[in-house]
């Protein structure tokens, strides 16, 4: 038998991905259409973490109406239910009408709401008034950060595919969920030195300006995202112009999808949850006799441990050994090692005088959920289904 009739020949789909990295680009024009889609998943993540820092300063500022009613609760999770929304919306839109427009409509969405947020103000400067606005405009913040997830996840994961092979991976991860991962840390930085600057005799100050940065991120992305062109497997492959064929999707993705969402619900379900409260925590085992600054240094040191995992996940899963999925279930193991560890010691870990140990076993813990769940299930599912109904 000759060598050629051994080698499996290629399918359809493999002629189309070269055919889509053989695309007559330079390396920039490549790879800007990656960082200008994924990018904006920056100022998402920063928006998400910083209301951890301001929900503590608002149950100091106000803590009869803030810290005893359900305002404490809506003001960190609201935004969730808007993203839910938001992710539906633009999903439909990203795939019927344009990656692009989708992408610049939610951007817009989040500086307008990001802007209430800063300014929320109740009616005659009453605290529930001023707690019920801000819950409301998180809520349509929420609805543009769920677009940055069908329109940009997915025009990021799109513009990989021009890309060199045995690099997509990498730089898919290092647009997406490092930099919502630089955020959290950035947002943790930025919080404490605001409320060293400010005081905490000022948090009704220090909270705004917190929220106020905000708004720069998806500023500086505007130009860059008015200029994107649709990602070429878009162009290609789009079903704008045709009915979706939703018995099709079911037969053929059903198992994929099923499996991906689980995963992915279960683990943002414990992550965001972690990430938020993260002040909260350690300020509760500072004790109130603490300054508040404290309990954000602390926090600061949380969140770098997040960088480290999904750098160290983003050059792992592009590794012909390892790959996404054993990335993901490595790093899901090890977390879970090191969850047992934290929930059996943490009488221990929980003593103010311990401080120190239970930030480094959480922040491990953070570390490896990065690594495997937090790197690679949004690149998973970026492959799952195909151009046309992603």
Not at 134 to 151: M, Q, S, T
Not at 210 to 215: A, D, K, T
């Amino acid at each position: 038998m000759s060598k050629d009739a051994e080698s499996p020949s290629p399918t359809a789909d493999d002629a189309r991905r070269a055919s889509i990295s053989q695309t007559e680009k330079g390396r920039w024009e490549r790879l800007w259409p990656v960082i200008a889609c994924g990018a904006g998943l920056f100022s998402d993540g920063y928006l998400n973490n910083i209301i951890g820092p301001v929900n503590t300063m608002l149950s100091k500022i106000y803590p009869d109406e803030y810290g005893s009613s359900s305002a404490q609760a809506n003001v960190s999770s609201i935004t969730f239910a808007g993203t839910v929304l938001g992710m539906l919306f633009f999903g439909y839109t990203s795939d019927h009408f344009s990656r692009k427009w989708s992408l610049f409509a939610s951007t817009i969405i989040i500086i307008l709401f990001a802007t209430l947020g800063t300014a929320s103000y109740g009616a005659g400067g009453s605290p529930s008034g001023l707690l019920a606005a801000l819950v409301a405009y998180r809520f349509f913040l929420g609805i543009g950060i769920g677009g940055e997830y069908p329109a940009g996840s997915v025009g990021c994961a799109e513009g990989t595919g021009e890309l060199k092979a045995g690099s997509r991976n990498k730089w898919f991860i290092l647009f997406t969920n490092v930099q919502i991962d630089l955020a959290f840390f950035i947002s943790a930085i930025v919080a404490t030195v605001v409320v060293v600057i400010t005081g905490e005799n000022h948090l009704r100050v220090a909270w705004r300006i917190c929220l106020g940065i905000g708004i720069l991120p998806p500023l500086s992305l505007l130009y860059l995202r008015l200029k994107l062109q649709e990602p070429e497997a878009f162009k290609r492959e789009s079903l704008a112009k045709a009915k979706t064929p939703w018995l099709l999707i079911m037969k053929f993705y059903w198992q994929r999808l099923i499996i991906v969402s689980i995963i992915w619900f279960i683990y943002d379900f414990s992550a965001y949850s972690f990430g938020i409260y993260a002040t909260t925590i350690v300020n509760n085992l500072l004790g109130e006799d603490q300054p508040l600054w404290k309990s954000l240094a602390w926090n600061i040191l949380i969140n770098f441990f997040y960088l480290p995992g999904c750098l160290a996940g983003a050059f792992v899963a592009d590794l012909k050994s390892m790959g996404p999925k054993k990335t993901l279930f490595i790093g899901v193991m090890l977390q879970a090692v090191i969850g047992f560890i934290m929930a059996g010691c943490y009488p221990w870990l929980a003593e103010p005088k311990n401080i120190g140990g239970f930030v480094v076993v959480y922040g491990v813990f953070l570390m490896l959920g990065e690594f495997g769940p937090g790197d690679n299930i949004g690149l998973i599912a970026s492959k799952t289904c195909a151009t046309g109904i992603r």
